[in-house]
């Protein structure tokens, strides 16, 4: 009996992704365990190992929206099995685009309901996640919109126009026209917009759209905070993990973060969700785009355990293991670019979260204490928070505290 190839649940975030493409050819023999296709969600990327040995017979192109738990393919044991799937192509619910492979004609799909909701799939209104997640963010009802994406699915460009109080669009128009390549202008190169650039684009975009945005800078001095770091890793040893001065600022963070628990928020529609839990998220840049793996419970972990979870969440980006999960349901962020000689600067937060922590070099400045004039090392700050639900003041006593802290460190205990 065939094999079915099945979407797997990456994380409890996961919804829907897309099918980037299948590593084997139609009727190709695939070993267990073997590499079969690639999907892409809106956070990383997973090559799906086969579930068995067979001959790959696919029902979804590559390029097509597909559901969790969606059956995509095929493992047929022999031919006379994979000619039998050929000429029957049994199409699971909700696929995508046909493959190569000959199968019985799909009904059409439905169109959007008279009423104005979206068409629903088992009681269940069609619509993006990231359109979902801005409905919910403002108090929308997906039921009474009309979605204008294949099928009459609910997508961003909808949600957009009812916040403009305008009707549903076809799609959303470009900010600016591009100019036509002549030869005057000619493109190096072509990048697409996919992938984790894709969710860089759409994150950024829609913080800006939906949060006042506010940013304070002050600066600490890091002394302590590097004699700190010396101790931990001369304690550690040669074997522990070496610490880094992400893991010290988390640390501190999650500390300020309990002290001023209305930072660790998030806007929901007409209400403001203070979280239990503080998950720091580490904005980092491997060269293919900006992602955030969160450390969880950071306020519950020690500055080795920070990070030695640091350590295993940057090396599982490398080799592009990373599960949705890891970069899913973050309460505040923490991005540095201290390395590259940046002091103060403007992060945008990461939506839905209320805040974002910049942090620029540290380096030695002259600074007058008790009459004298005095080198030390200075850590540049720079908070940006959302105005809607923090006031200037509480968002300068947050920073404040942080600063105390990375000054103090044994304020942190």
Known sequence: ????????????????????????????????????????????????PSPGAGLLH??????????????????????????????AGPAPAEAGPPSAAPKKAAPAPAAPTPTGGAAPRGGRVMSSPLARAMAAQHGLDLAALTGTGPGGRIVRADILKILEGGPPAAAAAPAAPVPAETGLLTAAQEIPISGVRKVVFKNMHLSLQTQAQLTLTTEASAGEMIRLRE??????????????????????????????????????????????????????????????????????????????????????????????????????????????????????????????????????????????????????????????????APGAAF?????DMLEEPLLML
């Not at 029902?59 to 000429?87: M, W």
């Not at 599960?323 to 839905?352: E, R």
């Not at 920073?399 to 600063?403: A, D, I, Q, S, Y």
């Open 1 to 48: 009996m065939a094999l079915e190839i099945i979407v797997p649940k990456l994380g409890l975030t996961m919804e829907e992704a897309t099918l980037v493409k299948w590593t084997r050819s139609p009727g190709e023999q695939v070993a267990a365990e073997e590499i079969v296709l690639v999907l892409e969600t809106d956070k990383v990327t997973y090559e799906m």
């Open 58 to 87: 696919p029902l979804v192109q590559a390029g097509s929206n597909i559901k969790v738990k969606q059956v995509v393919g095929y493992l047929a044991a022999d031919q006379a099995e994979l000619n039998s799937l050929a000429a």
């Open 231 to 392: 101790r931990l890793n001369q304690a550690a040893g040669p074997d522990g993990p070496k610490i880094g001065y992400n893991a010290v600022i988390i640390k501190a963070l999650a500390q300020a973060l309990k002290k001023h628990p209305r930072v660790n928020a998030s806007v929901n529609g007409e209400v403001i969700k203070v979280w239990r839990e503080i998950h720091v998220g580490l904005a980092v840049d491997l060269g293919q785009g900006l992602i955030v793996p969160k450390v969880r419970q950071a306020g519950l972990k020690t500055i080795p355990e920070i990070q030695a979870e640091l350590d295993r969440l940057i090396n599982l980006a490398k080799r592009g293991q990373l599960m949705p999960d890891d970069l899913a349901l973050g309460t505040v962020t923490v991005t540095n670019l201290g390395a590259w000689d940046i002091d103060h600067f403007t992060p945008i937060v990461n939506c839905p979260e209320s805040a974002i922590l910049g942090v620029g070099r540290i380096v030695d400045k002259p600074v007058a204490k008790e009459g004298q004039v005095v080198v030390e090392p200075r850590l540049a700050l720079s908070l940006s928070f959302d105005h809607r639900i923090i006031d200037g």
């Open 399 to 403: 920073l404040k505290t942080l600063k």
